[in-house]
């Protein structure tokens, strides 16, 4: 598996960044759909879909198929997997905040047990 570099996060955050974008990528993780179902639910027009659409199959948050009976019908459907590096960045960062409240706990007890026993 091809590790994706930051630059492909940054694609995904800055296509998620649009909150048409995330209606659209959250309604194909429920259900493959065209182009034109998809305009529908999310009540925009096709030419701003398509837009859309564009943005985040470069992300690769999105793919694309074609029916077998109907080449001008195009099925579009979330890709979840394309999110890895997004939830691995995220739990480093976690991770950093975990370590940062925790050191500021163990400070926060020492100083509080110092203040006791000069009391």
Known sequence: MRRRSPV?????????????????????MREPM???????????????????????????????????????????RARPIALEPVQEWLWVIGNLWDRQLESFRTYAESNRRIRRTRS
């Open 8 to 28: 492909d996060r940054g694609d995904s955050f800055a296509a998620l960044a649009d909150e048409t974008r995330r209606s659209a990528f959250l309604a194909l």
């Open 34 to 76: 065209s182009a034109g179902k998809l305009a529908r639910h999310l009540t925009v027009s096709p030419q701003a879909l398509s837009r859309h659409l564009r943005v985040l199959r470069k992300a690769g948050l999105v793919a694309e198929e074609g029916l077998e009976e109907d080449a001008r019908v195009r099925i579009y």
